[in-house]
């Protein structure tokens, strides 16, 4: 908003910090409701798309299914590995048959939500089994099998995200592990949510970039930025939380 914007808008800094659509969109930093603010004024208004960060349309529902997550775990619901299965699975149905009608997630929500929370949901299913789920290669074979055949089917919404997730878990946790994040920091949500901008940027100097030129270019800052977020901005945020937990402890 304050240093983006004014550097890139069209209408001239005095305009821009002067037009209410500037200041609505620093509500997107209280992700919880779904009417977020897309535009700057005179942002990338040359660009195919003028959003000046699409990827944080995920934080709303991201925020929400950790709300719903506290509210079923203070009734004690994961105490009990198999009271919190048929809880998970029951959401599970009602969010395929009825998705709007789930507290803090469905209700007054956008139906795209309804993807994130599966894979969500599929995360918690995970982790309350994981004790009992075991990684090997063919069943990771299987999984990729089924993954990529599942792709045009109407079957498909209801094979690929446990498949997808499997994979993800089994890279995770059952190959070579790779310190990255001792040597260069936690990245990756970074590279998620700073992207978008600045393949903007790019594409908003680059009119002639084809799509890989953008990305090559957009990967090299986009790094950059992850890198100092997480050592300058995440880092010290989430050492915050043994200051904010420290009462637990009394």
């Known amino acids: 908003v304050f240093i983006l914007g004014p550097a ?3 209408i001239g800094k005095r305009n821009y910090l002067s037009q209410p659509m500037t200041y609505r969109y620093l509500w997107n930093a209280i992700p919880y409701s779904s009417a977020l603010e897309w535009n700057l004024p005179g942002v990338f208004e040359g660009n195919t798309f003028e959003a000046v960060n699409g990827s944080i ?3 709303p529902v991201e925020i929400r299914c950790y709300l719903l997550l506290a509210l079923i775990g203070s009734f004690g619901l994961f105490k009990n590995r198999t009271i919190a299965n048929f809880f998970m699975l029951a959401l599970l149905l009602i969010g395929i048959f009825s998705f709007a009608t789930i507290p803090f997630l469905g209700i007054g929500a956008d139906i795209d939500w309804s993807r994130p929370a599966l894979y969500f ?6 982790y309350i089994n994981r004790k009992s789920i075991f990684f090997n290669r063919l069943l990771f074979l299987l999984a990729a099998l089924l993954m990529f055949v599942s792709f045009g089917e109407k079957w498909y919404p209801y094979t690929f995200p446990l498949a997808y997730s499997y994979i993800i878990f089994y890279l995770a946790y059952a190959t070579k592990f790779i310190n990255v994040d001792e040597r260069i920091g936690d990245i990756s949500y970074g590279i998620y949510i700073y992207a978008w901008p600045i393949q903007q940027i790019v594409a908003h100097f680059f009119l002639n970039f084809n799509p890989l030129g953008n990305t090559i270019l ?3 800052f986009v790094m950059l930025i992850a890198y100092l977020s997480w050592n300058f901005v995440e880092k ?3 050492g915050l939380k043994r200051k904010l937990l420290a009462w637990d402890k009394l």
Do not use: D, E, Q, Y
């Open 8 to 10: 890139l808008t069209n």
């Open 57 to 59: 349309w995920t934080l």
């Open 121 to 126: 949901l599929i995360g918690v299913f995970f």
């Open 218 to 220: 957009s990967r090299i």
């Open 236 to 238: 010290p945020a989430l």
